[in-house]
């Protein structure tokens, strides 16, 4: 079942539709057009408006929930307590305890849970963890990443835009925080756990959080760096957000280089590998944007019918929440923060 039927679930429907052993059972979404449009366009057997009631249908097994942030917590509830297996979009939450009390309900409900992003399942940049675990360059040194936002991008409804970017609906801001959780994702699967940040953000019109720089150190002692920026008037190549990114490690030995993920700011190979004095282009590999939702989705379902716990677990998410905490309050008080300063906030309410 599928809750929540807004803009990106365009993206992440494709997988599921595809899986040769998923079927789609139910749609729901509170504008009920919008959900009748979806059953029918996908193919669904059945919509609902009210996400208890599709959570409560014998027929669907698991859910991928694509609600505004702080309905996060209570579809994960409501579904883990029809013993429904979750697959919830990123961000987890808004505050920590949301993401402690989704963890502990998928346990006791005994059901997988995962907060799926989709850049770890861009096909390049797990071509270049496959190139870094092997030891292509040698030893990782550091990671370098940028954003750049710009003119441009596919249509998205202003209701939309306009919780996405409010700090009370959305949970935080809405580049370093809603987009940062994807790099943020990407530095700890390339190089593993943070030790601590130092970060400066700033804002564009008092609402969104650019120019910014967040800068890490990882626990196993590689340096971290993420540019965010946006040109009002540079003109993405799109077909989805006009917003491109850029992901380089550099290595003792050499250094690889991922590139144009959501767009194609530059029509160069997506993967470029430099050792021994020489460029090898990768660009036989799948690059579309749209396929790291699929293969996200295949992860899922797969995962499933494995029996085991999918990726990107509800503790690894509420790690990602804590370093995103540590570069607010870095910037904040313009000092450097270890994670270990980010603690967990008791229960706020009996949900
Ligand atoms: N992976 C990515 O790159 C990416 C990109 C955009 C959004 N997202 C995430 O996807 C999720 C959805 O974002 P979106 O941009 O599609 O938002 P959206 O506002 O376009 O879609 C949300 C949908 O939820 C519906 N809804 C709201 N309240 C509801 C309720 N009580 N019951 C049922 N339906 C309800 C709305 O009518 C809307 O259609 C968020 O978690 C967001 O952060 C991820």
């Known amino acids: 079942g599928i809750i929540g039927c807004g803009r990106i679930a365009d993206l992440n429907i494709q997988g599921y539709l595809d899986h040769p052993k998923c079927e789609l059972v139910a749609v729901c979404d509170i504008n009920e057009a919008l959900a009748k449009k979806r059953m029918q366009e996908w193919g669904a057997k059945k919509y609902y408006t009210d996400f208890e009631k599709l959570c409560a249908d014998p027929e669907v097994n698991a859910v991928e929930i694509l609600l505004p942030h702080t309905l996060h917590l209570p579809a994960v509830i409501s579904a883990a307590r029809a013993g429904k297996h979750i697959s919830l979009q990123k961000p987890m939450c808004t505050e920590l305890w949301e993401g402690r009390k989704m963890v502990e309900v998928a346990k006791q409900a005994g059901v997988w849970f995962r907060v799926t992003e989709n850049f770890m399942y861009y096909p390049p940049f797990r071509l270049m963890k496959k190139y870094l675990d092997a030891g292509e360059i040698g030893t990782p040194l550091s990671i370098d990443m940028r954003l750049a936002g710009g003119a441009g ?110 767009s194609r700011l530059m029509e160069i190979p997506p993967l470029i590998l430099y050792k021994d004095g020489q460029h090898i282009a990768i660009d036989d590999i799948r690059d579309d944007w749209a396929d790291s939702f699929h293969d996200a989705g295949w992860h899922f379902i797969d995962s499933l019918l494995e029996g085991k716990q999918p990726d990107l677990s509800g503790e690894d998410a509420l790690y990602l929440m804590k370093f995103w905490k540590a570069i607010w309050k870095s910037s904040c008080e313009n000092r450097e923060v270890s994670l270990s300063e980010i603690k967990e906030e008791a229960e706020q309410t009996n949900a």
């Open 153 to 262: 991008g596919w249509w998205v409804p202003l209701k939309t835009w306009l919780w996405h970017i409010d700090p009370e609906r959305c949970g935080g801001t809405p580049a370093v925080y809603d987009d940062g959780y994807h790099k943020l994702s990407i530095a700890k699967f390339m190089l593993g756990e943070i030790e601590k940040v130092k970060c400066w953000l700033d804002f564009t019109f008092a609402v969104v959080d650019v120019p910014s720089l967040v800068t890490w150190k990882h626990k196993s002692g590689q340096v971290g760096v993420w540019e965010v920026e946006t040109g009002v008037n540079l003109m993405m190549n799109h077909k989805y957000y006009g917003a491109d990114e850029w992901v380089e490690i550099t290595g003792t030995k050499g250094v690889i280089t991922g590139t144009r993920c959501t």
